[in-house]
């Protein structure tokens, strides 16, 4: 780390002596404070619930400007990837910081390919859950067995277990989704095909049937590709911190996954495009366009208990530029299912505006972030609203990773163990 010019120096009321900070400075982006001698000097914690002014950790994978909406992936801006990338190529750049050239993306896809297929007796171990399971929890159950399956990578300190149990994980995730799915639906499994892109193979696995041939459509393959891309990765949010502390421990890799995927499944973070979508079936239930203002009155009204889904981000306080993207990509994809006309997405085109000319939305700078549009594009593929998270998962495995080797390798990286202000019971004055 790299130490800025000025230092901090906090100073106390009470006569307790000041205390001098060392600052550091990022290659982008706000200066951190070093406040890790200070309990050691003060016998005092800072205090900052949700983590609003915490730096938890230093990383190189991911940069997001939220005042300026942009996103960086290792410096490359999230419209050059979902513009000129695939996804195993973002997934290279995630994993080890570079765009694959011609022979190492051929190589790095042929080891992807090559742990498609998960273990047989998965789909016993998938048989004992209900069938109308909510697929989030059937992911979460499937992708922390895996390290009962896949022995031989689960030592988080063996850098040759960290690498074969990151490709397996991005492997193997659509095959897993897919098999939530397809056992949902009670469909037989597809195995995986390793000659079709990861998305289209993803769609095949999702979408065929032993019974026939399955075309990939080309605009439906590529789609899903940028939704996978969008989703990658995206710096120390929930998930990724909840993968990075519960690997903190030294756990095996796919149940520190199994925890990013827990975690995931909250309606504030990769819940809200099911979430957004719920929200505009609901609107266009009870009457469409015409009750946008209303129902913008109950999300500005803190006792609602209502929220505009899709709006509004802890780091973006400016338009999310993955919800430009999947903007473009919804109107691709609704033109090619013959859907120009989908009530839905005019619906979404209508509430954005009216949203974005609002003063309380203008005022707290709540844009539409990534799950506004995502939740049409995935409907209109024909991916059902509860296997939405169980797709950001998918997409996400690759920055989850990404961020737990990072830890691992970091040598200032120590087991996390946040501190609490204490506000229960002291103990019974002594007798
Ligand atoms: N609708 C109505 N009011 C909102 C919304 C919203 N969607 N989002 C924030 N606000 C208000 C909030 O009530 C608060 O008002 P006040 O200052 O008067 O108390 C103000 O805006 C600031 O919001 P906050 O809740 O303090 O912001 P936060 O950083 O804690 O929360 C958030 C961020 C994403 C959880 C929140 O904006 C939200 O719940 N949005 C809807 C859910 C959603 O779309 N989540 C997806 C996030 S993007 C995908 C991902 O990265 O996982």
């Known amino acids: 780390m790299k130490l800025a010019d000025n230092k901090a120096t906090l100073s106390f009321s009470n006569g307790t002596p000041s205390m001098e900070l060392p600052v550091y400075q990022g290659n982008i982006g706000p200066d951190v404070i070093d406040i890790r001698k200070l309990y050691g000097q003060t016998g005092m914690f800072t205090y900052d619930p949700g983590f609003l002014s915490t730096a938890s950790c230093?990383?190189?994978?991911?940069?997001?400007?939220?005042d300026k909406g942009e996103l960086l992936y290792r410096g490359y801006p999230i419209e050059q990837l979902a513009t000129q990338c695939d996804?195993?190529?973002?997934?290279?750049l995630l994993l080890y910081g570079d765009l694959p050239d011609a022979q190492k993306k051929t190589d790095f896809t042929k080891r992807v390919t090559m742990h498609t297929m998960v273990n047989e007796q998965m789909q016993f171990f998938l048989r004992g859950f209900r069938r109308d399971a909510h697929p989030m929890a059937v992911l979460t159950g499937l992708v922390g067995a895996l390290s009962a399956f896949y022995h031989d990578s689960t030592d988080i300190n063996n850098p040759e277990h960290r690498e074969i149990a990151a490709i397996r994980l991005i492997a193997k995730m659509p095959t897993l989704?897919?098999?939530?799915?397809?056992y949902g639906v009670g469909q037989p499994y597809m195995y995986p095909r390793n000659d079709l892109s990861y998305a289209g193979n993803f769609l095949r696995m999702m979408f065929g049937t032993p019974c026939e041939d399955y075309q990939v459509n080309p605009v439906l393959e590529r789609a899903l590709d940028r939704i996978f891309?969008?989703?990658?990765?995206?710096?120390?949010?929930?998930?990724?911190?909840?993968v990075r502390l519960c690997g903190s421990s030294g756990t095996n890799p796919f149940a520190a996954i199994a925890a990013g995927v827990a975690c995931l499944w909250g309606p504030a973070h990769g819940g809200a495009n099911e979430a957004a979508l719920n929200m505009l079936g609901d609107i266009?239930?009870?009457g469409g366009v015409e009750k946008i203002g209303e129902f913008i009155k109950q999300a500005k009204d803190k006792n609602?208990?209502?929220?505009?889904?899709?709006?509004?981000?802890r780091v973006?306080?400016?338009?999310?530029?993955?919800?430009?993207?999947?903007?473009?990509?919804c109107k691709e994809v609704l033109q090619e299912m013959g859907l120009e006309n989908d009530p839905l997405f005019k619906l979404a085109m209508a509430l954005e505006k009216?949203?974005?000319?609002?003063?309380?939305?203008?005022?707290?700078?709540?844009?539409?972030?990534?799950?506004?549009?995502?939740?049409?594009?995935?409907r209109a593929i024909g991916i059902p609203v509860n296997l939405f998270t169980g797709i950001f998962s998918l997409a996400r495995t690759v920055g989850w990773i990404a961020q737990l080797n990072e830890m691992i390798s970091d040598p200032e990286y120590k087991i996390g163990r946040p501190r609490q202000l204490f506000t229960g019971s002291p103990p019974p004055p002594r007798p």
């Open 354 to 378: 009216i949203a974005l000319e609002d003063d309380y939305f203008v005022q707290r700078k709540l844009y539409p972030n990534v799950d506004f549009y995502s939740g049409i594009v995935q």
């Open 87 to 92: 996804f195993l190529e973002t997934c290279h």
């Open 177 to 182: 989704v897919a098999m939530a799915y397809k």
């Open 316 to 329: 973006y306080k400016n338009y999310d530029p993955r919800a430009k993207l999947m903007q473009e990509t």
């Open 58 to 66: 230093q990383s190189a994978i991911t940069y997001i400007d939220g």
């Open 284 to 286: 266009q239930k009870n």
């Open 304 to 313: 609602s208990g209502v929220k505009l889904m899709g709006f509004g981000h």
């Open 229 to 242: 891309i969008l989703h990658a990765d995206h710096e120390q949010n929930a998930s990724t911190s909840t």
